[in-house]
Antibody, heavy 121, light 113 residues
Framework: EVQLLESGGGLVQPGGSLRLSCVAS????????MSWVRQAPGKGLEWVSV????????YYAGSVKGRFTISRDNSQNTLYLQMNSLRAEDTAVYYC??????????????WGQGTLVTVSS | DIVMTQSPDSLAVSLGERATINCKSS????????????LGWYQQKPGQPPKLLIY???TRESGVPDRFSGSGSGTDFTLTISSLQAEDVAVYYC?????????FGGGTNVEIK
């Protein structure tokens, strides 16, 4: 059974940093691209970033490019999202998600339960 | 960026009736080399993460009831629920994974009339 368990969310002041983690199980982690998708309270889904299974390709939404960094440790079955220079508009539930393929150009077939990030003073 | 526009924003349908949700992309998401449309549909119920229903525009994910179907090509796509059930009350999103950033539509809220 595929499981994705996010952690690292919480309350942070504007301009601060957080690192989200997602521990994966139930599949061969390194064989699949992984994504982060966020959802602001009461709003729709916003794609944030994706990383190839091998870790050698990454892509970002314009709203986070230069501030967020996606990475993975295939030996630890763990996906990360380093978030710097956080803004109020980054407040959202952040979902870790597994893609159906190893490249980045594939749909998401499994989602974690999400971790809430709140940016506020 | 590819803009995904869903319509309607909200839809109320009687139990057993058909629900139709439209999704339009600002540019084609059909990849000519493999003739695949890089378009997926997701269902999100309150308090839950999204669930994949349809990918490659018309391929039903394993375990998804056959009352859900996807159609369309290029820039215009449709998700159809042939006979709405109470458990189908949710918000539905389309997403393109043709070109980064992989954008979602704004969502369509499906309710029971």
């Amino acid at each position: 059974e595929v499981q994705l368990l996010e952690s690292g969310g919480g309350l942070v002041q504007p301009g601060g940093s957080l690192r989200l983690s997602c521990v994966a199980s139930g599949f061969t982690f390194g064989n699949y691209a992984m994504s982060w998708v966020r959802q602001a309270p009461g709003k729709g889904l916003e794609w944030v970033s994706v990383i190839r299974g091998s870790g050698d390709s990454t892509y970002y939404a314009g709203s986070v490019k230069g501030r967020f960094t996606i990475s993975r440790d295939n030996s630890q079955n763990t996906l990360y999202l380093q978030m710097n220079s956080l803004r109020a508009e980054d407040t959202a539930v952040y979902y870790c998600a597994k893609d159906t393929g190893s490249t980045c150009y594939s749909p998401i077939d499994y989602w974690g339960q999400g971790t809430l990030v709140t940016v506020s003073s | 960026d590819i803009v995904m526009t869903q319509s309607p924003d909200s839809l109320a349908v009687s139990l057993g009736e058909r629900a139709t949700i439209n999704c339009k992309s600002s540019q084609s998401v059909l990849y000519s080399s493999n003739n695949k449309n890089y378009l997926g549909w997701y269902q999100q119920k309150p308090g839950q993460p999204p669930k994949l229903l349809i990918y490659w525009a018309s391929t039903r994910e394993s375990g998804v009831p056959d009352r859900f179907s996807g159609s369309g090509s290029g820039t215009d796509f449709t998700l159809t629920i042939s006979s709405l059930q109470a458990e189908d009350v949710a918000v539905y999103y389309c997403q393109q994974y043709f070109g980064t950033p992989f954008t979602f539509g704004g969502g369509t809220n499906v309710e029971i009339k």
